[in-house]
Antibody, heavy 121, light 107 residues
Framework: QVQLVESGGGVVQPGQSLRLSCEASGFFFDRFSMHWVRQAPGKGLEWVAVISYNGADVKYADSVKGRATISRDDSKNTVSLLMDSLTSGDTAVYYC??????????????WGQGAVVTVSS | DIQMTQSPSSLSAVVGDRITITCRASQGINNYLVWLQQKPGKAPEPLIHAATTLQSGTPSRFRGSRAGTDFTLTISSLQPEDVATYYCYQYRAYPWTFGQGTKVDIK
């Protein structure tokens, strides 16, 4: 079965960096684009970043552009998100998600259980 | 960016009621829409993808439909375990964009 397991969350001070990882299993990882989505406490869902199936294309939300780097290691079935210059506004649960879209078709959506990031002094 | 307008923001219904939640896309997204269920303190769980296709494990009382750029999630007979916040999101284009959420509880 498909699983997405995030790790790397924690409490960090403002201005510091944090790397989140998401290990995938149960599907052909190198055939799917992968996303990060976050949810601040008590708020809705906010898309953060995407990396294409082959790693050639990446896109970021304006709120993290210039501070975030998404990457993937297909040998380890892992997608990562490096966040720099963290502020309290980055406090959220971060989810990785598999893109349902593959070419012109659609596949089931999958989300991980989330990694909690708290930015506080 | 594609805007997703979800309504209502909350609803309260009796066990056994039929309820509907709607998402309207600001432009055409074909069928590239997912419905999520998020129970308190838990991660979102996809219920439906491609607007109308139930994901494995989704009870048959859930149904997704589409009319143009309007998408509807219907629960045919509300159960206590359906208490949750429901979100839609489009994956037609980046960035993914989400509805504001609908909080469902039991009267």
């Amino acid at each position: 079965q498909v699983q997405l397991v995030e790790s790397g969350g924690g409490v960090v001070q403002p201005g510091q960096s944090l790397r989140l990882s998401c290990e995938a299993s149960g599907f052909f990882f190198d055939r799917f684009s992968m996303h990060w989505v976050r949810q601040a406490p008590g708020k809705g869902l906010e898309w953060v970043a995407v990396i294409s199936y082959n790693g050639a294309d990446v896109k970021y939300a304006d709120s993290v552009k210039g501070r975030a780097t998404i990457s993937r290691d297909d040998s380890k079935n892992t997608v990562s998100l490096l966040m720099d210059s963290l502020t309290s506004g980055d406090t959220a649960v971060y989810y990785c998600a598999r893109d349902p879209r593959q070419g012109s078709g659609s596949n089931p959506a999958y989300w991980g259980q989330g990694a909690v990031v708290t930015v506080s002094s | 960016d594609i805007q997703m307008t979800q309504s209502p923001s909350s609803l309260s219904a009796v066990v056994g009621d039929r309820i509907t939640i709607t998402c309207r896309a600001s432009q055409g997204i074909n069928n590239y829409l997912v419905w999520l269920q998020q129970k308190p303190g838990k991660a979102p769980e996809p219920l439906i993808h491609a607007a109308t296709t139930l994901q494995s494990g989704t009870p048959s009382r859930f149904r997704g439909s589409r009319a143009g750029t309007d998408f509807t999630l219907t629960i045919s007979s509300l159960q206590p375990e359906d208490v949750a916040t429901y979100y839609c999101y489009q994956y037609r284009a980046y960035p993914w964009t989400f509805g504001q959420g609908t909080k469902v509880d039991i009267k």
